[in-house]
């Protein structure tokens, strides 16, 4: 049961450029919606989240846009560089009552960003 | 170090063996996750533990068991290790407190083939 759907699973962006990757969620409770980034031989470490509440939230050149209603949320990586090469995973969890937390993460996009 | 750790790095096992890989972190955060990384899959749950002594099942938990006496340590065993656990697993912990409840700070992973 996949309650976190990504998309694209693969992407190659040009230097410069506005990489895009979407996610959809199932779950009306989840509240928090984290984005990790991994680099290869390496953990995923939080890269930007967002709550509910907020329609957009930026952080230098990554801004996360969520759409309440259509339980959707997208990041946006603008002016692309090869160090953002990496895998991206969106995620989702309910920060209250006993989840502890959990995340439940989306299939991940390995992103590709040529020089 | 600070930090959190995982050991081993990489493991080459056959089927049937017992497998633990451990998990070390030196915050002293309260919840602990182990999550198993697959491609097309992402990041799945499979156990997690909100304190010492405290553990529940995540969403693929079949043929794992977890223990946690200390704080510091969550090892994760693999009682009879079969191909289809071939992947590489990662640990996570979390403050569990405040604004950092729901941040997730990622080992770097052991990759385990089961032949």
């Known amino acids: 049961q996949q309650q976190v759907k990504q998309s694209p699973q693969s992407l190659i962006v040009q230097k410069g450029g506005i990489s895009i990757i979407n996610c959809a969620y199932e779950?009306?409770?989840?509240?928090?919606f984290p984005w990790y980034q991994q680099f290869p031989g390496k953990g995923p470490a939080l890269l930007i989240a967002?709550?509910?509440?907020?329609s957009e939230k930026k952080e230098g050149r990554f801004t996360i846009s969520f759409n309440k209603s259509a339980k959707q949320f997208s990041l946006h990586i603008m002016d692309s560089q090869p160090g953002d090469s990496a895998t991206y995973f969106c995620?989702?969890?309910?920060?209250?009552?006993?989840?502890?937390?959990?995340?439940?993460f989306g299939q991940g996009t390995i992103l590709t960003v040529h020089p | 170090d600070a930090g959190i750790t995982q050991s081993p790095r990489y493991k080459i096992t056959e089927t049937g063996r017992q497998v633990t890989l451990m998990c070390h972190q030196t915050?002293?955060?309260?919840?602990m996750f182990w999550y198993r990384q697959d491609l097309g899959h992402g990041l799945r749950l499979i156990y997690y533990?909100?304190?010492?002594?405290?553990?529940d099942k995540g969403e693929v938990p079949d043929g794992y068991v977890v223990s946690r006496s200390k704080t510091e340590n969550f090892p994760l065993t693999l009682e009879s290790a079969t191909r289809s656990q071939t992947s590489v697993y990662f640990c996570?912990?979390?403050?569990?407190?405040?604004?950092?409840?729901?941040?997730?700070?990622f080992g770097a992973g052991t990759r385990l083939s089961v032949l």
């Open positions: 995620a989702a969890s309910i920060r209250g009552g006993t989840s502890y937390g959990k995340l439940t």
């Open positions: 533990s909100a304190a010492a002594d405290i553990t």
């Open positions: 915050w002293s955060h309260s919840y």
């Open positions: 779950n009306t409770a989840f509240d928090y």
């Open positions: 967002i709550r509910p509440d907020v």
């Open positions: 996570a912990s979390s403050d569990g407190r405040g604004s950092g409840k729901n941040i997730q700070y």
